[in-house]
Nanobody, 126 residues
Framework: QLRLVASGGGLVQSGGSLRVSCTAS????????IGWFRQVPGKDREWVSC????????RYAESVQGRFTISRDLNKGTMDLQMNRLKSEDTAVYYC???????????????????WGQGTQVTVPR
């Protein structure tokens, strides 16, 4: 079974840092493109970042560029999103995802991704 299990997240003050992670099982992260999305109640899921299967070509939404960093650890089978200088507007449920074609398209639609984590809440109070 192909799975992503999310961890991390939580409550952090504005300007602080947080890391969210996902652990992959049943597949290798170097065979899939990986991505992060986020969603707030009443809105569509928003693309945040992605990286191709070669571990290169990381892309970011304008709203997080320079503050967030996507990475992966092939030995551990984990993918991470390091979030720095957090703002209240970053509050959302964050989802990790993986796609078999191995690509990374800016603003990729959800349909590009076949495997999803369960989501983890990140809250940055105003």
């Amino acid at each position: 079974q192909l799975r992503l299990v999310a961890s991390g997240g939580g409550l952090v003050q504005s300007g602080g840092s947080l890391r969210v992670s996902c652990t992959a099982s049943g597949f290798r992260l170097d065979e899939y493109g990986i991505g992060w999305f986020r969603q707030v109640p009443g809105k569509d899921r928003e693309w945040v970042s992605c990286m191709n299967s070669g571990g290169r070509g990381a892309r970011y939404a304008e709203s997080v560029q320079g503050r967030f960093t996507i990475s992966r650890d092939l030995n551990k089978g984990t993918m991470d999103l390091q979030m720095n200088r957090l703002k209240s507007e970053d509050t959302a449920v964050y989802y990790c995802a993986a796609e078999r074609l191995g690509g990374c398209r800016r603003s990729a639609p959800e349909d590009d991704f076949e495997i999803w984590g369960q989501g983890t809440q990140v809250t940055v109070p105003r």
